[in-house]
């Protein structure tokens, strides 16, 4: 075991797989010599060689032309989009192509593709960086869309993407990328795709969350304990398909949710959660089911952040809602 | 612009003629006719109903299928929409082809050790996609080469300089083909650029651009020729740019060329048919007659009937079948969707 930041996990979790087969390459803007602008591909060009881990033009639209193309020819792409900010650039190549290659062949093709990328907010970042648009992904048949929260849930979940013989969307939030230290297995595992994990259990209301707002709600949880109310804290981790199982066992314990994202209220996923939650449990709630987003506006300039961004009191506060429905 | 053949069939650029053989030479002529009976057939089938999506091609024998018949079995092809003549050519079932017009997934079940994509609908997303395949292809040390095909309007997309700067910048044994056919529906290609070529859009990309008749099948096969060798050699990616014509509307699914082209311009272009050139071309040199031409059209007539039969005679899609091709282990909701749709079908 090691500590490691998730940016280390990362890494650890890319060199796995290079070691582990010859048709993993990872390639993107400045991801080779330079080892990535935050570091994620630090000496693995050096280890592993150009022809693995190489530098490309700069040209979202073209990478993921490129991984579609290498895919076809037997290769198992680890493409970079330094922000994801930058998608919109490449929508045909993720939305309109990847996502799809397996369905329009009838099977006979696959695009075993993982998108590595940046988002989110905390940190200050220029126009464009920070915005949380896994939501557009995660309406794109096709796609697996998958955001750790974690050091050992980002290595062994992004084994597990990297190997999935489908595209994943691995989303990495820039403020846990160094905000911690956990203890990480050297050797090789993996986290199973398509499975959320409760992070911390309570018996009086549940918040369902993923990404930063994980460590926000758990914040928030520990208040909310000082007020003798118990939250379960679920990690949705898979946020395209959700793990319903997991989230509808903490629904019926606790009669009472929340679900916590730090996207706008129009965008994200908590509303597919409200959804299936109504669906499917609607005679075991206490009260509705509420959301704690940020606003319907575009994502904030860079010093506005601190007034934008959801933080732990409105979770206390929501889930406190809920609680004294 | 490069030429071979004028219009008269006679051979202007004797250094230039390929090696081709009598045999490859009458090949070639029954393709291109067998081709313009297909589409012909295609048309009037789409009119019947029997056919759905269908972009004719009649007028771009010489562009295609010269270009494919300078490939090897090995290499790939990533076709756009209107492309279908040489994914059949090089394999594909024509059956399959009339699938994937009508809209079955079975059209796109490529068969295995066949190399070709599945016609592309966004234009411009196969000459990036082209780029990986050609870089994959280079990176396992294959001696094959990826083509791909675009139209005029085509060559102003994004994703038309980032394949070609892509393909450059890694060397990448690619060809991108670029079939001017001179209108993008109705607007012209003068209207898409002020560069008076497309062959020049090489430039940009670093990468050698060449301007062929696209109406003369022996240039376009030798233009091809010259670019994969060069490509296999290392020398990275080239621009064809073929000059040719659609002679039939844009697609099956409304247009109306009579709103856009004059009949002058129509006949001008007809003057240049790629059949009629290396008809000409092969009577000189008694190797095509009326009776040779006559039973591949009887051929193409029976061929096309038989796949017809064959594609009405393949199962119909269900829903549970688009379920499964989704992904390799379904994710949650998909299964208890799949459970749900079969229990539907199976009353």
Not at chain 1, 308 to 315: A, F, I, K, S, Y
Not at chain 2, 190 to 207: F, L, P, R
Request: hydrophobic residues 40%.
């Amino acid at each position: 075991m090691a500590q490691m930041t998730m940016i280390q996990a990362i890494t650890d979790a890319m060199r796995t797989e290079l070691k582990n087969d010859e048709n993993v390459l990872v390639f993107g803007e400045d991801v080779g010599q330079y080892g990535g602008v935050f570091r994620a591909t630090e000496g693995l060009q050096k280890e592993f060689g150009e022809d693995r881990v190489f530098d490309t033009p700069l040209a979202e639209s073209g990478i993921s032309g490129l991984s579609i193309g290498l895919s076809l020819t037997g290769f198992r792409p680890v493409m970079e989009i330094q922000f994801f900010g930058f998608v919109f650039e490449t929508m045909d190549g993720i939305s309109g192509q990847m996502s799809r290659l397996r369905y329009r062949s009838g099977g006979h093709y696959n695009a075993p593709i993982t998108v590595r990328s940046p988002f989110g907010g905390g940190v200050k970042t220029p126009e464009l960086h920070a915005d949380s648009l896994e939501g557009l992904m995660a309406q794109s048949p096709g796609l697996r869309v998958v955001i750790p929260s974690s050091p050992y849930d980002a290595k062994g979940l992004l084994i597990s993407s990297i190997r999935n013989n489908d595209p994943v969307i691995f989303l990495e939030h820039m403020k846990l990328y160094r905000s911690f230290r956990e203890e990480v297995p050297e050797e090789e595992y993996t986290v199973d795709l398509d499975k959320a994990e409760v992070k911390r259990e309570g018996k009086d209301v549940s918040i369902i969350t993923y990404g930063a707002m994980v460590h926000t709600s758990l914040k928030a949880a520990e208040e909310l304990a000082e007020d003798g109310i118990e939250a379960e804290v679920v990690d949705l981790r898979t946020i395209s398909p959700l793990d319903m199982e997991t989230v509808l066992e903490s629904v019926k314990k606790t009669n009472r949710a929340i679900v916590v994202q730090e996207a706008q209220k129009q965008a994200g996923i908590a509303s597919n959660v409200v959804a299936e939650i109504n669906e499917h449990a609607i005679l075991h709630l206490e009260a509705p089911v509420l959301r704690v987003t940020a606003p319907d506006t575009v994502f904030p300039f860079a010093a506005a952040e601190d007034i934008w961004l959801p933080d732990h009191t409105n979770v206390t506060e929501k889930a406190k809602e809920v609680v004294h429905f | 612009m490069f030429q071979v053949m004028n219009e008269e069939g006679e051979i202007v650029n004797k250094d230039a003629l390929p090696d081709l053989t009598d045999e490859d030479l009458q090949e070639l002529m029954k393709r291109m006719v067998y081709t313009r009976i297909w589409d012909q057939r295609a048309v009037s089938l789409n009119r019947q109903g029997r056919l759905g999506f269908y972009a004719p091609v009649a007028g771009q024998e010489a562009s295609m299928l010269g270009s494919q018949y300078a490939l090897e079995q090995e290499d790939w092809i990533v076709p756009g929409y209107r492309d279908v003549p040489q994914i059949v050519w090089h394999g594909l079932p024509l059956y399959q082809a009339f699938l994937f017009s009508r809209g079955h997934f079975h059209g796109g079940q490529i068969p295995e050790e066949l190399n070709v994509l599945s016609p592309q609908i966004i234009i411009g997303a196969q000459i990036v996609q082209t780029a990986g395949v050609a870089l994959g292809l280079k990176k396992k040390e294959k001696n094959s080469v990826a083509i791909t095909y675009t139209g005029d309007g085509g060559a102003s997309q994004g994703d038309f300089y980032e394949g070609m700067n892509f393909a450059g910048s890694f060397k990448a044994p690619a060809i991108f083909v670029v079939q001017n056919n001179q209108f993008a529906i109705s607007v012209p290609a003068d209207a898409q650029t002020s560069a008076k070529t497309i062959a020049q859009k090489g430039v940009a990309a670093g990468i050698p651009g060449v301007q062929v008749d696209g109406m003369d099948v022996l240039a376009v096969y030798a233009a091809t020729k010259e670019a994969r060798e060069r490509a296999l050699d290392g020398g990275g990616p080239t621009l064809l740019e073929t000059l040719c014509y659609r002679y039939g509307p844009h697609t099956m699914a409304g247009d109306d060329p009579t709103r856009y082209r004059t009949s002058d311009l129509d006949d001008e272009w007809e003057k240049r048919d790629p059949l009629v050139r290396l008809r000409k071309y092969l009577e000189s040199k008694d190797l095509w007659s009326e009776e040779q031409e006559n039973e591949v059209v009887d051929t193409a007539k029976e061929e096309i009937k038989a796949a017809i039969k064959e594609a009405d005679d393949t199962p119909k899609q269900k829903v549970s079948d688009l379920i499964e091709n989704m992904h390799e282990v379904l994710p949650p909701h998909l299964k208890d969707q799949l459970e749900e749709y079969r229990e539907k079908e199976s009353k």
